[in-house]
């Protein structure tokens, strides 16, 4: 079936490096795209998302960057900070029809910052 | 945003009884879904909620087993039966307005662990 996958299941840095989480998915039709962070014991938290017709979009001190051609999803951070450490998430969606809405999540990358 | 509230945030239940979640939203939302994530892993859709009607299941989820209301446009609830171990996961509410810049937002999780 589609999925959707991350090359690297953690990555460490230390604070105020620069992070990039990257992601793979393999359903061409995939028109929606979202980056999602969860911390310990709480739900996913929406971070940024982008649409299939754009290949970038910045957010606060975040970037999202989709490559169509490969099939690949990025995730930059900004001067990265220890609460950022968190397990990120990218996310696909397939619009219309019986898809609408559903979410195929990818396996998750664990951040780690350190001070 | 919308405000996704989830109860209990937490149970530990025994063998072969069964769990009753539920969701409430802030706001009137077009979807409902509700996901599973097991210890470790990422999150799989179990359904679509469907308000005044049947929800939709995923392939490997069965109605008997997870049995879905969603009476109205702000509440939802997915009851997990005849519990097993294997069940032990965090279950997830998740809530989409619909529309041309729609947002899919999670709650904060129910952790059910059963003995």
């Known amino acids: 079936g589609e999925s959707v996958g991350l090359h690297l299941p953690t990555l460490s840095v230390q604070e105020g490096d620069n992070s990039i989480i990257n992601c793979a998915y393999s359903?061409?039709?995939?028109?929606?795209f979202i980056w999602y962070k969860q911390e310990s014991g709480k739900g996913p938290q929406f971070i940024i998302d982008i649409r299939s017709n754009m290949d970038k979009r910045q957010g606060q001190r975040v970037t999202v960057l989709l490559n169509k051609t490969v099939k690949h999803l990025s995730l930059q951070i900004a001067a990265t900070q220890p609460g950022d450490s968190a397990v990120y998430f990218c996310?696909?969606?397939?619009?219309?029809?019986?898809?609408?809405?559903?979410?195929?999540f990818g396996q998750g990358t664990i951040l780690t910052v350190h001070p | 945003s919308a405000v996704i509230s989830q109860k209990p945030s937490r149970d530990i239940c025994q063998r072969g009884t069964s769990l009753t979640i539920q969701c409430q939203v802030d706001s009137q939302v077009t979807m409902m879904f509700w996901y599973r994530q097991q210890p470790g892993q990422s999150l799989t859709l179990i359904a679509t909620?469907?308000?005044?009607?049947?929800?939709?299941?995923e392939s490997g989820f069965v109605i008997d087993k997870f049995p879905i209301s969603r009476p109205n446009l702000t509440f939802s609830t997915l009851t997990v039966s005849n519990m097993s171990p294997e069940d032990s996961s965090i279950y997830l509410c998740?809530?989409?307005?619909?529309?041309?810049?729609?947002?899919?937002?999670f709650g904060s999780g129910t952790q059910l662990s059963v003995l």
């Open positions: 359903n061409s039709a995939s028109d929606y």
């Open positions: 996310a696909e969606i397939l619009a219309g029809g019986t898809s609408y809405g559903k979410l195929t």
């Open positions: 998740s809530a989409m307005r619909g529309g041309v810049d729609e947002k899919l937002f």
């Open positions: 909620a469907n308000q005044g009607s049947e929800a939709t299941y």
